[in-house]
């Protein structure tokens, strides 16, 4: 395995669209305060910094990018991923984020949606190793300038595309792209193999995460290849045992689905992989309470709506508690009503801490009741 410069976090949480927003990510934060993960960010067009010019629009800016995070001690576990297909704007992005602190800047080479491969980027580029290289380099060349060394740029691809799924298809693409994409003083360049291949057409993203066969002896053998390279493996990792065997081969492990479904999946992780005293683990009412203390300071700062800020506690408890507190929080923030289309609400007077907890107490009332009744059930039918 290769030795990676600085810290070596050996475990991430994958970038998803419409999950890892700032807001899930403070809440992972809560749930693993001990710095022991990577998390990040969803994909960003490198457009928006480019021509949007997102980092001049604090609000809009906020929405993307975990700012609170950047100005922490843990900016180095924040990887912020964009999607490019021009060299020129690829550079843009990352010397933009470079200002706002971000230390690490990855490149979306998997995503299959219809809508990326009509932008020319995402999964597509990787039929276009040397046109790929080209937006790498120009990454890396922003990364190191002005002496930013700390500032380490990345590839998340998959292991084929359509019917390739070839050694050689996957050897060029990392061949040419970490030879081709490192500056002169850049660092070199870490790859994230997705070990499902893209299909480009006929499967949406979602099936493109669940259908095509899990192939990990093919990611293994590139890490035999390609031993000074740093390589994370990604796709179907879902319990302790499985990151623990995978990380005996490979420099880390990326999981996706699994922390979405259930975010204390990395408090499993803290303590089996990290070693962390089950007594030092956060309590979930005490996550609950920061995080919407958080949630209030945002959306007295950026009018940010209830329905996005509330969307990553959907997965906080499991079972029929979970379902029963889904439902009462998104009854709650549903009768807050935003202005237009936009994401911001309008102002009111009731915080959302006030609503999770009015939430939380008809949801403990309401799963007590239900207990209760089961227990009267058994009764009968045993008496």
Partial sequence: MALRLGRA????VAPMIDVTDPYFLRLLRLISPFGNHRLWTEMVHANAFSRGRIHLDPKKLSQHIPLHELQSDFASGIVVQIGASHPEDAYAAVSELANLGVRHVNLNCGCPSRNVQMGSFGAVLMKSPEHTADIVRAMSEAASQDGRESLTVSV????GI?????PEFLRRFL???SSRGRASRGSDIEFILHT???WLNGLSPEQNRTIPQLNYARAYEMIKEYPQTSFIVNGGLDTVEAVEEHLSAADGVMIGRKIRENPWFLSQLDEHIYGVPADQLPDPIGVLSEYANFVDKVHEAHGTRY???ARPLFGFFHGRKGRVLRRHLAHAVAQIKPLGKGV?????????SELLQDALAKSEMEYAQSTLDEEDV??????
């Fill in 156 to 159: 998340k691809c998959r292991i």
């Fill in 9 to 12: 976090f050996r475990t991430s």
């Fill in 162 to 166: 359509d019917e390739d799924e070839s």
């Fill in 344 to 352: 911001v609400d309008q102002r009111h007077d009731v915080k959302f």
């Fill in 175 to 177: 061949t040419t792209v």
């Fill in 196 to 198: 499902r291949r893209a």
């Fill in 307 to 309: 329905s996005v800020l």
């Fill in 378 to 383: 058994k009764v009968a039918q045993t008496g």
